[in-house]
């Protein structure tokens, strides 16, 4: 099996990157990742890290998928995601909901143990890992590895889990996939700057569709469907999401504006992924059972 090392990491998603390695449409890839802090935050006594210029949100590839067309979307199928066995969490007085709370950086390291990490004497928490950094390259200029947008990247989005399949926009020959950034655990917001950060190995299937009309980022998870969507403001994020799957809906069940807008207002549900990165990212989910009893399967 093709595995793209943790030494293959970038601090960009650019289309002028060159590839890490080449897969054909259909096969499995196993990512190695670093931490969003590039492994280098590694005890409390030392909250800046190890090293004098630690790469920001490090993400490893890009990974070159043949047969996968401008136009095209990238079908990734998260087969499986096994971290470290610790990871790391971190203060910040310049950036997060609580910055103001902080006058320097403060950092704790957690165990996992059996899928769990202890909290406190008190608290035993389990875990869920995600992927916080996972997108393609885009067609313009490059964005950094710490941005979410059209192309996906720092999205932060829960929902990026082990048995999930993400559809991102192949905006260059090859779409050049990058994935990074883990969290053990993260809860929506990600209010105070960062989850549980660790690395590990994620292993997806990659293949090229052709003519899907999904409005990308699109994500599969746990039987829900949803628009991912990153933009200045919650506001504009929001509307972004809502009105992307509504127009989604409104397709894959036949249904006119009004009928969608109900059912948009009777299922969906609209979540905030992450509000500490340069842009904003929100969710919205349908689903996927309803859009099926009208006939719809995903591709």
């Not at 909901?97 to 899928?115: C, L, P, T």
Request: hydrophobic share 40%.
């Amino acid at each position: 099996m093709l595995v793209i090392e943790r030494d293959k990491v970038r601090g960009i998603l650019d289309r002028h990157v060159e590839p890490a390695a080449v897969c054909k449409s259909g096969e499995t890839v196993i990512f190695q990742t670093r931490d969003c802090y590039d492994d280098s935050v590694t005890s409390p006594e030392r909250p800046l890290g190890d090293r004098e210029d630690p790469m920001e949100n490090p993400a490893t590839g890009p990974l070159y998928v043949e047969g996968a067309q401008v136009g095209d979307v990238l079908k990734v199928e998260i087969l499986n995601i096994v971290s470290r066995s610790w990871g790391v969490m971190r203060s910040s007085p310049v950036a997060g909901v609580f910055r103001e709370d902080f006058d320097s950086r403060m950092a704790r390291i957690f165990e996992f143990q059996d899928g769990k990490t202890v909290f406190d004497n008190r608290l035993t928490l389990d875990l869920d890992t995600m992927i916080g950094v996972i997108g393609t390259a885009p067609a313009g200029e490059g964005v950094t590895t710490d941005t979410p947008g059209e192309h996906g990247g720092n999205m932060d989005c829960r929902k990026i889990v082990k048995g999930s399949v993400l559809y991102l926009p192949v905006c260059v020959p090859g779409a050049l996939l990058s994935i990074g950034d883990l969290h053990g655990l993260m809860g929506d917001g990600e209010v105070m700057i960062c989850g549980l950060e660790t690395g590990g190995e994620v292993t997806v299937r990659v293949t090229a569709v052709k003519g899907s009309g999904l409005p990308t980022p699109f994500l599969y998870c746990r039987g829900d469907v949803m628009t991912v969507q990153s933009a200045r403001t919650l506001d504009e994020a929001g509307d972004m999401a809502a009105k992307a799957m509504k127009d989604f809906v409104k397709e894959a069940a036949g249904k006119d504006d009004f009928e969608a807008g109900m059912l948009m207002s009777l299922l969906s549900n609209m979540a905030v992924c992450q509000v500490v990165d340069p842009l904003k990212t929100v969710r919205v989910e349908f689903p996927l059972r309803v859009l099926e009893a009208y006939g719809y399967h995903l591709p």
